[in-house]
């Protein structure tokens, strides 16, 4: 007798076979993900209470559609500047952060924390679990035209830049990219050839401006600006 699922059709958790813990030096999900599509950034904070008010960190031509990439190797802040901006942004602007790497897991929600959101930005900012591009053109498909989207990150969507530009045609956002053993943005240059504004951010979470097409940008401390929230 064969056991419950082994024709295919009707496969039953018991039966399935365990994913990896790793693949390629990667951390893989031991079980099939639940989506929890978009949720406000209030809900993600389990104790309710706010983040203290600070100084809001400057968006760049928030006004005006536009694109933005933030490049770099990991740990070096690219999520903490792109969640700066995305706090400032939700003052004024419904946000949309694309936590394609952490979901809605706690790692997101202290950091936007310590990135100074408030009540009022809480109430405008929400984040996506999608990770994939099928899953995201489900969550921005009603978003007002004033809505600045963050993904975060273009590397763990895997999709290509322009694609994701068609998707997203009519909207400022903004993505973060890895880089190669070499320096380079993984995946190549199209992102940045395609963005206005392009980052790099290097160790001690220094963001320089490589490209900007409004004028001249000032380097900054990642941190020192999270600092100040």
């Not at 406000?40 to 600070?54: E, I, K, M, Q």
């Not at 933005?68 to 999520?79: D, E, Q």
């Not at 530009?165 to 995946?187: D, I, K, M, N």
Request: glycine letters at 10%; aromatic letters at 4%.
């Amino acid at each position: 007798m064969q056991p419950p699922g082994a024709c295919g059709g009707c496969l039953t958790v018991g039966y399935l076979v365990p994913m990896p813990v790793k693949y390629e030096g990667r951390l893989v999900q031991s079980a099939p993900r639940r989506r929890g599509g978009v949720v406000r950034a209030s809900a993600l904070r389990p104790d309710r209470t706010p983040a203290p008010y600070g100084a809001p960190w400057t968006a760049w031509r928030i006004g005006m559609p536009h694109i933005g990439v933030a490049f770099g190797p990991p740990g070096v802040g690219k999520s903490t500047l792109v969640n700066l901006l995305a706090v400032s942004a939700a003052h004024r602007v419904p946000v949309l952060v694309v936590a394609a790497e952490e979901g809605h897991a706690g790692t997101l929600s202290d950091r936007l924390k310590r990135c100074g959101l408030d009540d009022t930005a809480a109430h405008r900012l929400t984040v996506s679990d999608a990770r994939n591009l099928a899953e995201l053109a489900d969550d921005v498909r009603e978003l007002p035209r004033d809505c600045v989207i963050i993904v975060d990150s273009l590397t763990e969507l895997r999709c290509k830049p322009e694609t994701l530009a068609e998707l997203l045609a009519g909207h400022s956002w903004w993505c973060t990219q890895h880089v190669t053993t070499g320096g380079a943005p993984r995946g190549g240059l199209e992102a940045s050839h395609l963005a206005d504004i392009v980052v790099e951010v290097c160790k001690g979470g220094i963001a320089t401006p490589r490209k900007n097409r409004w004028g001249v940008m000032d380097e900054l401390s990642v941190f020192d600006q999270m600092e100040a929230a």
